[in-house]
Nanobody
Framework: QVQLVQSGGGLVQPGGSLRLSCAAS????????MGWYRQAPGKQREWVAT???????NYADSVKGRFTISRDNAKNTVYLQMNSLKPEDTAVYYC?????????????WGQGTQVTVSS
């Protein structure tokens, strides 16, 4: 069983910053790619960023230069530092992790956390 537990998020004014965290726990052999998606009200889930186990990173154009993804492999934790936040960043943010376990390869999701950017 693999669990992803998110923390962080909340309400911030435009131009502000927030940091999200997501920790993987349970029984597994390896955590491969980790990353974030988001879903705004009335919209489809949107990919935000991915970081590989080798710490290569990729970002959606909409967040490039403002968001930074990082990970701590010893803690099986991924972070999303969000700077220069805009109202259009308002969404529920979900982390994911691609995990190898005794049940095989699978993608697991966090519970979601609300980020609201508003004055």
């Amino acid at each position: 069983q693999v669990q992803l537990v998110q923390s962080g998020g909340g309400l911030v004014q435009p131009g502000g910053s927030l940091r999200l965290s997501c920790a993987a726990s349970g029984s597994f052999f390896a955590v491969n790619d980790m990353g974030w998606y988001r879903q705004a009200p009335g919209k489809q889930r949107e990919w935000v960023a991915t970081i590989t186990s080798g710490v290569g990173t990729n970002y959606a154009d909409s967040v490039k230069g403002r968001f930074t993804i990082s990970r701590d492999n010893a803690k099986n934790t991924v972070y999303l530092q969000m700077n220069s936040l805009k109202p259009e960043d308002t969404a529920v943010y979900y982390c994911f992790a691609a995990v190898d376990s005794d049940t095989g390869y699978g993608r697991y999701w966090g519970q979601g956390t609300q980020v609201t950017v508003s004055s």
